[in-house]
């Protein structure tokens, strides 16, 4: 079958929702590629593919002007061909194009598949060239780099001088370089341009001071001048988040129109019980006000969604069990999710000990849970006969049913992702009373964007009598002075951790560090003087409950762990955390793991281990650790360090919205605007049904993410 003419396409519904292969320029293969490495699927994705810099192509560096620190990630050069070189064979065939000017010389490689470039390229010739450039023992190399005869490039015409550079991957940038994007785009310009729809309403557009949708696609991706290019990504920012604003903004409405949350009216016996027999601390005045705070979204007829945000250790456990208990007092039932089978198993152990002789009934239900626990837990929650259900992702499936739940609670929410959460509230017809907890500190306005409408609680003290943890930096050549230290504190009595990264769960190669990293310490710590205990993710289920525990009960010293252990694991006699790789863990990675130290009595101590070899901002990670304890500054840094360019950080995996531009982490201001902006507009138009409001309808669905099932989603 001839596949249909690309003019012929503008039958469908929408233009750009046209599949990608027909732009001239990309055909069948490239789309597969294109669909396979970036997602890009459809002609409206590819163009909301934007650049994520610009480079100045007026400018055109001379080789010597080039340095190992150079302040553009790509630069542009005139040089001639004084020879050329093969390596290698096959899979490892290198071409090397010799250059220079008066100022230098320099190499450009490319790897495998150059056939047309060893054609093309003539020695004695001069060329445009255009790459990041890299250096090699002082040389200048460029891989893969863009080259023109000079009359084409004298000849280019590149408006403003600003050139975006698109992401690309190494699989795609053979078949497409930045340039290649930079063409089919044009391409894909020249067909849709007239097809693009206006979502914003004349009127906002000028209250809020925005160019057309279409000049900002224009300019987004060739920049007529810099001030435009300001204005295309103010707009373009401001589409995202206008459209997640109208989701949340019009859920907050029908939540707020709906009277249905559960009441507790009651503070009954056990809540008393426990608050004046059992709690074994008094509270401090932060945790009392959150207490207060759920106690008066419980009895407001609303049904409640509460992020707590408090550092570690500030004690956001025993906040949850006294609403679970004024759930209980209420007659209703409540559950508790942690995002690790271990973490999960330590709330249940505290809170049973916690509400000893209380008459609560208690139960765990895990992935791990045998067949016995397993039916009596889900037997218990489905009679009602169990109170306070604690567990992990388990208490998700669709065979665990409750009696009736009143009350979730979902502790270190960053490890859930929306689906899974959104999939607690559909166990009941009426929606339970929701408290989201989180040690990671963020804008209000931010959490609506991740995590849907909801409202903040801060627990912002720690409990007193936490003496400071010594935080120190030593590199990989101290580690004969941080065994004698470790030797130091075992002595005392002390326990250790010693963590090792664990980026992506996959990597055998992260494994290998730790179980190397173990063997090494059995030989320098060894039986029966030392006892070392090792956990990890690659590990049964029992297998690491058994080093758990041996750590919890003093039966090990040292426990080498993967970032497992990260969550909030409580063993109070553990005085040392010494984190290896430290280079390669998150600022907000390093607070949680310190945080699992410092939790008794004892002077803690938490330290970072490196290699000498540190880019700048990973030594500016270390430097903050070892001199704040606070979280909330930790995590303000953690912004401004990870930056722009780091659309995929913590933060960002949580949000269940496709964002091309937009970083809610940064663009602070954008996104009040844009919330002040919802609420205006739905307050005249609430299903926005006028037709000047069609485009927002369409931007409203385009951002409600089919994967954005959120709080308020039974009605
Ligand atoms: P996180 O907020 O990190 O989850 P936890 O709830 O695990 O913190 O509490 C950390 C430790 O502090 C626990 O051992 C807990 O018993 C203790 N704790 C909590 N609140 C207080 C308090 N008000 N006074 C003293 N210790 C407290
Ligand atoms: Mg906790």
Redesign the pocket.
């Known amino acids: 079958m001839r596949l249909p003419s690309f003019f012929y396409l503008c039958t469908m519904r929408d233009f750009l929702d046209n599949g990608v292969q027909y732009v001239p320029g990309v055909g069948e293969m490239r789309a597969r590629l294109l669909e396979k490495e970036l997602r890009i699927v459809t002609m409206r994705d590819l163009l909301w593919h934007f650049p994520y810099r610009y480079i100045d192509r007026t400018r055109v560096y001379r080789i010597g002007d080039i340095d190992e620190n150079p302040g553009a990630a790509y630069v542009q050069f005139r040089a001639r061909v004084t020879g050329t070189a093969f390596a290698g064979a096959g899979r490892k065939r290198r071409f090397t194009v010799f250059v220079s000017d008066p100022t230098g010389s320099a190499e450009l490689v490319w790897f495998n598949s150059a056939k047309w470039i060893e054609k093309s390229i003539e020695v004695g010739r001069e060329y445009m060239v255009f790459g990041k450039p890299s250096f090699f023992r002082g040389e200048l190399s460029v891989i893969h780099p863009e080259i023109e005869n000079m009359e084409k490039a004298l000849s280019r015409k590149v408006e403003s001088g600003l050139q975006g550079i698109y992401s690309t991957t190494e699989k795609l940038s053979n078949s497409l370089g930045t340039k290649g994007f930079y063409n089919i785009i044009l391409n894909l310009w020249h067909t849709a341009a007239d097809k693009i729809e206006e979502t914003l309403p004349e009127e906002i557009m000028h209250r809020y001071g925005l160019i057309p949708l279409r000049e900002a696609l224009y300019n987004i991706h060739f920049p007529q001048s810099p001030e435009l290019l300001r204005q295309a990504q103010y707009r373009l920012k401001f589409d995202e988040l206008l459209g997640i604003q109208l989701n949340i903004q019009s859920q907050r409405t029908s939540r707020m129109s709906r009277r249905d949350g559960f009441l507790f009216n009651r503070v009954g016996g056990l809540f008393s019980k426990f608050y004046n027999e059992k709690l074994p601390?008094?509270?401090?005045e932060a945790?009392k006000r959150v207490v207060k705070e759920i106690r008066g979204d419980t009895v407001s007829g609303f049904q409640m969604n509460r992020l707590l945000q408090?550092d570690?250790?500030?004690?956001?456990?025993?906040v949850a069990l006294l609403s679970m208990l004024l759930a209980a007092d209420n007659g209703f039932q409540a559950c508790m999710m942690a995002p690790t089978e271990i973490l999960a198993r330590q709330h249940f152990a505290t809170i049973k000990r916690m509400t000893e002789g209380l008459g609560v009934n208690v139960a765990i239900l895990t992935g791990a849970s045998k067949a016995r626990e397993r039916n009596a837990s889900m037997e218990g929650a489905a009679d009602g006969s169990v109170h306070i259900l604690i567990g992990t992702h388990a208490l998700i499936e669709d065979s665990v049913r409750f009696a009736n739940l009143g009350f979730v609670v979902i502790d270190e929410q960053h490890r859930f992702g929306v689906e899974q959460r959104a999939r607690m509230w559909t166990k009941n017809l009426q929606p339970p009373h929701i408290l989201v907890m989180t040690?990671t500190p963020i804008p209000r306005t931010l959490a609506m964007t991740l995590y849907g409408d909801l409202d903040v609680s801060v627990i912002d003290q720690l409990?007193?009598g936490r003496k400071p943890i010594k935080t120190v930096h030593y590199y990989d050549s101290a580690r004969l002075r941080l065994f004698g230290f470790m030797r130091k504190q075992i002595a005392e009595g002390r326990q250790v951790y010693v963590v090792y990264p664990l980026i992506r769960e996959s990597e055998s190669m992260d494994y290998k560090d730790l179980t190397d990293g173990f063997e090494a310490l059995s030989r320098d710590f060894p039986l029966p003087e030392y006892r070392v205990a090792v956990c990890h993710g690659q590990m049964k289920p029992e297998d690491k409950e058994e080093s758990m525990r041996q750590f919890k009960n003093g039966e090990a010293d040292i426990l080498v762990a993967t970032s497992v252990i990260e969550v909030?694991v409580?063993v109070p006699n553990a005085t040392v955390m010494v984190i290896e790789s430290a280079e390669r863990f998150g600022l907000s990675q390093l607070h949680q793991l310190r945080?699992r130290v410092g939790?008794g009595g004892g002077q803690s101590y938490c330290i970072l281990m490196s290699g000498e070899k540190l880019s700048r901002e990973a030594r500016q990670r270390l430097d903050a650790m070892c001199e704040t304890s606070d979280g909330f500054r930790l995590a303000e840094l953690d912004l401004k360090l990870r930056g722009a360019g780091d659309i995929n950080g913590t933060l960002q995996s949580g949000t269940p919205f496709d964002l091309k531009i937009a970083n809610p982490t940064l663009d602070t201001q954008i996104l009040q605007t844009t919330q002040q902006a919802a609420i205006d507009i739905l307050a005249g138009d609430p299903q926005l049904s006028r037709s000047e409001n069609a485009g927002l309808l369409r931007l409203k669905t385009q951002y409600s993410g089919e994967k954005n099932t959120d709080f308020s989603m039974i009605s």
Do not use: E, I, M
């Open positions: 601390f008094p509270l401090t945790q408090g570690v250790g500030s004690g956001k456990t025993v040690a409990p007193p909030g409580d945080g939790r």
